[in-house]
């Protein structure tokens, strides 16, 4: 008689979710990854650990083959795990198939699509952002002339992450060259653009609020006030730092990010939540089902001792621990301060290096990821998607991280962290 081995079912493993697999090995679980599209983009592929896995699975668009090669392979799978958002749909087909927990497939397009997303919120409650699914200039401007909004508009993709395609609209002129310059152009996954999501621009702090859900109960793992400029009508992020647990506003995004996850029927997995705080009142900005992107768990594991990866992977191996922390209403305690900053560079040409001297010296350097390699083009920084790199930070103190981060700066405007050919 076989035995089938449990194992769990990781669909875009990439990014932050990379670190699923080892932390499940760690628990004594194996994984399979599943590549969603074989035309997925590089600067997704080039995260990957295949190596982790026990199998790699390529989908072609048939869900029942991959059902059928797990069941050939003696592989019972406990969970499926999304970890990329280009993993979202196939994620949720694969767990109904395969008949274990996962996020209804009927409502998958509120968890991907910025436009279904906040119709469906807006119709459970939550405060959202309003906005116009426009397929043309000319509707677009009608709308945010109506409503007096057209001094001062925000034009993205209705599919994408991070800050690619956002553009801010400070006139006609503006508008009318982000519907030129985006509507058919493919979005960041590679998809056409046939409709782009308007909004009016709001100022007020921004927060990342990071998720771990079972069984319909969550716990907020992390959460981030994102400190964002706006130059040229791009939005690059500028300094985000760790929100303590204990601060009044943690709980207020708590409650608030529960009513976003009810509204978008995320019952599984992890989600990442992006707020606003207008007037004092969180509005929901969007909201991805899947892991924040390019996150050290090294880093939130030494500033608060546990991680959303390794949470994920309680809730899959020892959901008894993970049911406990949400009856028991559990916070992270905040050990050390820490802060995320993107490299913002101002110069074009060939990469001959980085000076990692210079970051290595900051006192509160906990690590660096970069983004290229020597003789690759460097670009002006316009999006999350063309920065060079991300600094991470840990202290005690946060005036150390304050100053670390200045000094950051300080040596970008020198041109001293790049080294041109």
């Keep these: 008689m076989r035995h089938a081995s449990e194992v769990c079912v990781v669909v875009d493993g990439y ?86 927990p996962g996020n209804d497939p009927a409502t998958t397009r509120c968890r991907r699509d910025k436009h279904h997303m906040a119709r469906a919120a807006a119709a459970r409650g939550v405060a959202v952002i309003p906005h116009l699914s426009a397929s043309s200039r000319d509707e677009a401007a009608e709308w945010l002339r109506t409503h007096g909004w057209l001094g001062d508009a925000v034009v993205k993709p209705r599919s994408s992450s991070g800050s690619f395609g956002f553009l801010r609209c400070r006139s006609e002129a503006d508008l009318d060259a982000a519907f030129k310059g985006w509507l058919g152009a493919p979005d960041v996954f590679g998809s056409a653009i046939e409709e782009l999501l308007v909004q009016p621009f709001m100022a007020g702090d921004e927060y990342a609020v990071n998720t771990v859900s079972a069984g319909g109960g969550y716990i907020v793992s992390d959460i981030w006030h994102t400190k964002k400029r706006h130059e040229g009508g791009t939005a690059l992020y500028d300094l985000e730092r760790l ?32 707020v606003m705080m207008v007037a ?14 390019s996150i050290d768990i090294s880093q939130l594991t030494e500033a608060t001792g546990t991680n959303a990866v390794q949470l994920v992977a309680e809730t899959i191996v020892a959901p008894d621990r993970f049911a406990a922390r949400v009856r028991e209403d559990w916070r992270p305690v905040l050990r050390r301060h820490a802060a995320m900053v993107q490299l913002l560079s101002r110069q074009s040409g060939t990469l001959a290096g ?51 981060y200045r000094q950051l700066r300080e040596l970008e405007a020198e041109g001293a962290l790049f080294l041109s050919a």
């Design 243 to 274: 929100v303590d647990p204990r601060d009044a506003v943690f709980d207020q995004l708590h409650g608030f990010v529960g009513t976003v996850l009810d509204a978008l029927d995320i019952r599984e997995g992890t989600a990442h939540t992006e």
């Design 354 to 404: 980085y000076d990692l001297r210079l970051l290595r010296g900051l006192p509160s350097f906990h690590a660096v990821d970069t983004y290229l390699e020597a003789g690759d083009p460097l670009q002006v920084t316009v999006n999350s998607y063309t920065t060079p790199g991300l600094v991470f930070l840990v202290h005690e103190s946060p005036e150390t991280i304050t100053g670390d």
């Design 280 to 293: 004092g009142q969180p509005v929901l900005v969007e909201t991805g089902a899947r892991f924040m992107g």
């Design 15 to 100: 990014s932050t979710a990379n670190a699923l697999a080892p932390a499940l090995a760690g628990y004594g679980l194996g994984a399979v990854h599943v590549q969603s599209d074989p035309d997925l983009p590089q600067f997704l592929l080039r995260t990957g650990v295949e190596h982790a896995y026990l199998d790699s699975y390529l989908h072609d668009g048939d869900v029942d083959a991959i059902v059928d090669r797990l069941d050939r392979a003696g592989l019972r799978p406990r969970r499926v795990v999304a970890g990329a958002e280009t993993g979202v749909e196939l994620g949720d087909q694969l767990a109904k198939a395969l008949g274990v």
